[in-house]
């Protein structure tokens, strides 16, 4: 048991490594130069543009409450990227709604043609450089009713005539609660640009793959495991992360689906946020559902369902969408939840080992991210790390690692009752026998009173070693107690067959009290019995010697003999060739113990119709 | 009435003698421990009443029954076993009356009443043999005068032709009185492999084989000329078989 656990736990160290390495190994894409811009300049005349991209990041310079751009605007500065929510510009914090622009002036290695990646910037906006209009996405406007969003990411060609540029983004937000351009915007010549686009995508394709694969690979295992319920629940979650994966990044879903207008996927993706939390709530239920039943873990599954199904059937309302309501739902249900897994923990419910830690990294990646998206946590080599697609993996993996825990046990438990199948046909008395045995001393009573007495002697020291015989322990006995089983158990048979059985047993006295594995010998006799006896007499001769301080225990007999090829079948334990066939079971039983006990096992010799010889070695002790 | 024991227990064999002594109207003929030789005794002399125990060495209590109610089908029949879930439920189902070891005078003198006043169709014993799993060592071979007990070993094949089975020894043929399908069933532990529709060949006893141009084999045997047919779907499991 102890070696499992260190072996189960060798396998989590490996689990979580390999995420981390993953999650790393994905996040470090130096495709792109990221220098801070101070004050709505910056210069790039010293870049090497044809290599790699360049990030916009750093502070802009933000006209606010305007579209037309006319210099005497109150101006202020703004973080890129981010949100431009709660941002004191001149005094005045900003609501989540309004209209503004940017302004930025960047001073290029030369004239010629470039590149700019934009995606997120909400709801919708217009690209100037050099007051030419560039591209709009969407249609910006003064309120909701004449602004119309667009998601869509855009990569954009132009050509600049001079190597000053001032580029300028006019944004109006009455649809999105994050107004501002929320993801970074990236400057380059159109090749590098262009791979590092292809690069993000792939990323996030990928990971989407990996999502779909975890989905089915969890879902079927967990079914073959009668897990039914826990099956869906982890192949809803799995399936809603790839729905929020492919919007968040912002591509790969508008890619496919470019005709989904902004509520639809604004819709879609807080569902889907929503989905995973009520999935995850009714997954944990399922696992340990004597700790689902308490009011406040009912009142939030009805929370979480009323509120998932009023942001499916209500049109998007900003009052439902806004930060304040969902953040703290996520919130309140990531407390509940964790206390949930805490509890099952500390009480070492099954499993809740890793089920908890995948939790609690998931929510921390969860929490982290929120964090990054309203304030843009930038430490190096953290700044391009998802935290939420690492949190997924980390828990769908944690998850995965439990099935297979759970498989390993289920594939041992049949292994075990196999086992005990053996144990239980080895140790089996054949009723045949013992009937047989009843009716010899029912008919020997009036005639031969000592006889029968004498078998029944015989039979209850036969039966006594059968009974206490236990497969599963591996304790030893004398080899006198067997010996005195084997005889009894000739004595019986002898009974039976009108004395035709003669037994001679050669063992030296002072081997006798050494130790051997309870019923070794005397399958052997009764397999001799039963399958070497021909006619007549049958002489079974059992030797005990001493070699090379080991033990050698010999059981010969001048019966039928068997043939090689059956010595070969029995050899191999091959006992699904003869069905349930007892020898059979028999002899490889005793060779899995005496393998297990002594690192030893029988050896069959035999000539066709000249008799049996079977031989075993085990250690000399005491 | 004349009485025949067949039981491989001497004990089991005294106890019956002793209780039968009580009652005048039967006499007991003959009784066996080996029953291969009961068999053989009960082939050539008639009796009245047999008590037979199922499980024995050798031959198979079943296949005596079957033997002997096609021979001397007046003769009434008594199985006597320790225990054998199938044969009970057989004899049950085909109101077949049997002596459950260990059994008292009373259970006796009741079933021997009860054998009295009834009689069991010929065909009952052969189809509880036939579908009753057991092996055979030895089987009744038919001459044209005479009834002969063939150990398995001695015989090198089986032929089935047109009503009837014709086994083959080194020196004699005899008539069988049963399908290929049959001693098929009970010859497999000693070797017997059916190689042809027609055909159940003792392999211990084959010499060669030598293939056909029809991708079907021959089969020669040792000491006799006869040769056999191996069809073409036996060839892959014959081969298996010998691997």
Not at chain 1, 189 to 215: C, D, E, T, Y
Not at chain 1, 266 to 292: A, H
Not at chain 2, 173 to 200: A, D, M, Q
Request: hydrophobic share 40%; aromatic share 12%.
């Amino acid at each position: 048991m102890k070696e499992k656990n260190k072996k189960n736990r060798k396998a989590l160290l490996f689990l979580i490594l390999s995420v981390c390495l993953i999650s790393g190994l994905v996040s470090i894409r130096n495709q792109y130069v990221s220098n801070s811009i101070t004050d709505g300049y910056l210069n790039l005349s010293k870049e090497k543009l044809e290599e790699k991209a360049v990030q916009l990041n750093g502070v802009w310079k933000f006209y606010e409450g305007t579209s037309e751009d006319t210099g005497s605007q109150v101006s202020g500065s703004l973080e890129v990227p981010g949100s431009w929510r709660g941002k004191v510009i001149d005094g005045k914090k900003l609501g989540k709604h309004g209209i503004g622009v940017y302004e930025l002036r960047v001073k290029v290695p030369s004239p010629g043609d470039y590149c700019m990646k934009l995606n997120y910037v909400s709801s919708a906006y217009q690209l100037y450089i050099n007051d030419k209009k560039i591209v709009e996405n969407g249609k910006i406007g003064t309120d909701k009713s004449t602004e119309t969003p667009s998601w869509a990411p855009q990569l954009v060609y132009f050509h600049a005539d001079q190597s000053d540029l001032v580029i300028r983004i006019k944004v109006s937000n009455f649809h999105c609660n994050n107004g501002g351009i929320v993801l970074p915007v990236y400057i380059g010549k159109q090749v590098p640009l262009f791979r590092f686009h292809l690069i993000n995508l792939m990323k996030n394709i990928g990971f989407i793959g990996i999502l779909a694969g975890m989905a089915c690979y969890l879902y079927v295992f967990n079914w073959c495991l009668n897990k039914k319920a826990q099956s869906i629940y982890l192949w809803i979650f799995c399936i809603s992360v790839l729905v929020a994966a492919s919007i968040i990044d912002g591509e790969s879903l508008v890619s496919i689906y470019p005709f989904l207008t902004i509520d639809e996927v604004l819709k879609t993706e807080y569902v889907s946020f929503m989905v995973q939390i009520t999935s995850i709530q009714f997954y944990l239920w399922s696992m340990y559902p004597e700790l689902g039943k308490t009011h406040p873990n009912r009142f939030l599954k009805i929370l979480d369902l009323f509120y998932t199904a009023v942001l499916i059937f209500l049109p998007v309302m900003p009052v439902l969408y806004d930060d304040m309501v969902f953040i703290p739902i996520l919130f309140v249900n990531a407390i509940c939840y964790f206390f949930k897994i805490a509890k099952a923990f500390q009480l070492k419910k099954p499993n809740a080992g890793p089920v908890f830690l995948g939790y609690c990294v998931f929510i921390v990646s969860c929490v982290l991210q929120i964090v990054d998206i309203q304030h843009n946590i930038n430490v190096k080599y953290l700044s391009d790390f998802n935290f939420y697609y690492f949190g997924v993996l980390f828990f769908l993996l944690s998850q995965g690692y439990v099935l297979a825990v759970n498989v390993e046990d289920t594939f041992r438990q049949s292994e075990l009752a196999h086992e005990m199948e053996i144990a239980s046909l080895q140790a089996q008395i054949s009723p045949h026998f013992l009937f047989n045995i009843l009716h010899n001393i029912y008919c020997l009573m009036d005639t031969n009173v000592n006889m029968a007495k004498n078998m029944l002697m015989c039979l209850s020291d036969f039966l006594r070693v059968k009974y206490r015989f236990d497969y599963r322990t591996y304790t030893l006995y004398q080899l006198k107690e067997e010996l005195d089983l084997v005889k009894a158990y000739v004595e019986l048979e002898n009974v039976r067959m009108n004395g035709a059985l003669k037994l001679e047993i050669d063992a030296p006295d002072e081997l006798l009290s050494n130790g051997i594995l309870p019923l070794t010998i005397q399958p052997l006799v009764e397999n001799s019995i039963k399958h070497g006896y021909q006619s007549g007499e049958l002489n079974i001769l059992i030797r005990v010697m001493e070699a090379g301080g080991r033990l050698v225990i010999n059981v010969e007999d001048d019966g039928r003999g068997i043939g090689p090829e059956t010595i070969e079948t029995i050899d191999k334990g091959d006992t699904s060739k003869n069905g349930t066939s007892k020898s059979g079971v028999g002899i490889s039983n005793i060779n899995y113990r005496l393998n297990i006990c002594f690192q030893s096992r029988l050896v069959i010799e035999s000539q066709g119709l000249k008799g049996t010889k079977i031989s075993f070695q085990i250690p000399k002790r005491g | 009435m004349q009485v025949v024991i067949i039981d491989d227990e001497k004990n089991s064999i005294e106890y019956l003698t002793e209780l039968l002594k009580k009652k005048e109207e039967f006499s007991l003929a003959a009784a066996f421990c080996d029953s291969r030789e009961g068999l053989a005794y009960l082939l050539k002399n008639p009796c009245d009443l047999l008590f037979l125990d199922i499980d024995m060495p050798g031959i198979n209590g079943m296949y005596i029954a079957e033997q002997i109610s096609s021979l001397h089908p007046h003769t009434k029949i008594c199985f006597v076993t320790a225990y054998n879930g199938y044969a009970a439920k057989a004899f049950e189902l085909n109101a077949v009356d049997y002596l459950l070891k260990p059994y008292t005078q009373e259970r006796l003198f009741k079933c021997l009443n009860k054998l009295e006043n009834t009689t069991i169709g010929l065909n009952v014993y052969q189809e509880i043999s036939g579908q009753y799993d057991y092996n055979l060592d030895m089987i009744c071979g038919f001459n044209e005068e005479d009834i002969v007990l063939i150990p398995a070993s001695e015989i090198y094949y089986i032929e089935a032709l047109q009503g009837g089975c014709m086994i083959h020894t080194r020196d004699h043929v005899f008539r069988g009185n049963k399908t290929l399908n049959f001693y098929e069933e009970k010859l497999k532990k000693n070797s017997f492999f059916r190689t042809h529709k027609c055909y159940l060949a003792n392999l211990t006893r084959a010499d060669r084989f030598r293939p056909r141009i029809n991708y079907t084999y021959d089969m020669y045997f040792k000491d006799i000329s006869d040769v056999i047919l191996i069809s073409r779907n036996k060839v892959k499991e014959l081969k298996q078989y010998f691997n």
